[in-house]
């Protein structure tokens, strides 16, 4: 009897899960090549895309056309589709500072919003945007390619659930390509991106944010002491106005971080090294983690396999959604907005640090 009750509970909150209605997401603009991770699979677990809002509808109609989705999905601007489709939530892939824009028009309808990487393109843009967002109570979040690599979430329970490195002393983070020219990125993208209004900065806005993102998720929101970055101009002839090498340091009491982004590196590269006290880390988003722990006399270094994030948090899309309808909490993640926040007062002192050749400290 008592297991027929439990089948039938089962059944029933499977049926209620099973009706729930997806998250109806729309999409801010185009220009970002990121956007192509939802062009190519729209289909996402509790998500249903509503609409897409770009301005240039050549753009637009020429990505809808490649990816099979019909022409209905296009709205000619953000507002139209905030009125006409009424989505819940906002995935945001236009350039960084626009992201203000786009918060201030959906936060105050209650509307949740996830950027590309990073928050904003300045502190003063991310401040404004986290007050809308507790002003009308929605969720902000960022979204990094790092935030869904399982090494570094396997890395980070290894380094504070485990103790298996002790404390974090140094931590070195790799990031970049040859060079958004080089890979071939769209027009439509190149052209802001290399734009130091619309952007920020070069590499060092492009691939710094990724470490200042995940320093201060490993040091669990604090804030560092200084910053100080040195930025260069390798190629001038293809990146005459931003820098194309970017190096920042962020020191704390105990701890030190170093973020290498570039737009020189041979290969791509998104890695990261964690040393502490007794033993360190190094992993990427491969299958596998390095890992050498005890004296000086220990074993040598032995491979880690890395255990496949779940659901969902092996998805940008389906996380958010989660996040929207409550079922997850992202105060402290990668992408929440107060670990962002830590992430852009780290890159706005950064962008400084590299124009006055001289160390930001941090009050």
């Not at 099973?18 to 289909?43: F, S």
């Not at 100080?228 to 971080?257: H, L, R, W």
Request: hydrophobic share 40%.
């Amino acid at each position: 009897m008592k297991k027929l009750l439990f089948l039938g509970l089962f059944l029933s909150l499977t049926f209620v899960f099973a009706q729930e209605k997806p998250v109806r997401m729309g999409i801010a603009g185009m220009t970002h090549d990121h956007v192509y991770q939802i062009l190519n699979n729209p289909n996402r677990a509790g998500v249903e895309i509503i609409g897409f809002a770009e301005p240039n509808k050549e753009l637009a109609l020429r990505l809808l056309k490649k990816y099979n989705l019909p022409e209905s999905l296009w709205y000619a601007s953000l507002d139209e589709m905030l009125e006409k489709a009424k989505p819940e939530a906002i995935c945001d892939f236009r350039s960084i500072i626009e992201h203000l824009e786009t918060v201030q028009k959906c936060a105050p309808k209650g509307v949740h919003v996830m950027v590309e990487k990073p928050l904003a393109v300045n502190f003063s843009h991310a401040t404004q945007m986290a007050a809308l967002a507790k002003k009308h109570n929605i969720q902000l979040l960022t979204n990094y390619e790092t935030t869904w690599y399982a090494s570094n979430h396997q890395a980070y329970e290894m380094i504070h659930a485990e103790n298996t490195i002790g404390d974090i002393r140094k931590v070195v983070i790799h990031d970049g390509h040859r060079g958004p020219k080089e890979i071939g990125v769209s027009k439509e993208f190149l052209s802001w991106l290399t734009d130091p209004v619309k952007n920020g900065g070069g590499a060092i806005i492009d691939f710094g944010c990724y470490g200042a993102d995940i320093m201060a998720w490993l040091m669990k929101g604090e804030r560092p002491t200084s910053v100080t970055a040195i930025t260069q101009t390798i190629k001038p002839e293809i990146y005459p106005n931003v820098d194309d090498e970017a190096t920042i340091v962020v020191t704390y009491p105990k701890a030190q971080g170093i973020f290498q982004g570039s737009w020189n590196w041979p290969f791509d590269r998104k890695d990261i090294e964690v040393y502490g006290k007794t033993g360190y880390i190094f992993a990427d988003k491969s299958a596998q983690m390095t890992v050498r722990k005890g004296d000086r006399n220990a074993l040598p270094e032995e491979k880690i396999a890395v255990k496949p994030l779940e659901s969902p948090m092996n998805d940008a899309f389906t996380y958010f959604a989660a996040v929207a309808r409550g079922k997850v909490k992202s105060e402290n993640d990668l992408g929440s907005l107060k670990i962002n926040m830590v992430a852009m007062e780290i890159l706005d002192a950064a962008v400084k640090s590299s124009k006055t050749g001289k160390t930001v400290v941090l009050k």
